[in-house]
């Protein structure tokens, strides 16, 4: 089991950067491929990025192509996601979620484990 803990969500600008973190404990995170999603209100909960549990390979979304990097640090328990030339569109609560599988998943269900989520909010 992994318990997750987001953290580095804000109001910014469109066209400025956040970076999320994701904090998991147990010994067992490098064994957990991981994912953001986001939730607008209104909207079901979209997959953003994903990063097998080795960090071998990543998967985003079109819509964050080119602006968004998932990345982790498995000695230090943490996934992130940079978050660059922000949107107002990208506003929504993200979540980290954590899950085994034998490859990457976009699907919300197939992630086991959530975190809380943090608000990120891109004013116009």
């Known amino acids: 089991q992994v318990q997750l803990v987001e953290s580095g969500g804000g109001l910014v600008q469109a066209g400025g950067s956040l970076r999320l973190s994701c904090a998991a ?4 995170f490098s ?8 939730q607008a209100p209104g909207n079901e909960r979209g997959f953003v990025a994903a990063i097998r549990w080795n960090g071998a390979s990543t998967y985003l979304a079109d ?3 080119g602006r968004f ?4 640090d498995n000695a230090k328990n ?7 030339s ?3 569109e990208d506003t929504a609560a993200y979540y980290c979620a954590a899950t085994r599988a034998s490859v990457l998943h976009i699907i919300a269900s197939r992630y086991s484990y959530w975190g809380q989520g943090t608000q990120v909010t891109i004013s116009s």
């Open 86 to 88: 922000l949107k107002p």
């Open 69 to 72: 990097t998932i990345s982790r």
């Open 78 to 84: 943490a996934v992130y996601l940079q978050m660059n």
């Open 63 to 65: 819509s964050v192509k």
């Open 31 to 38: 064994t957990y491929d991981m994912a953001w999603l986001r």
């Open 25 to 28: 404990s147990g010994r067992t």
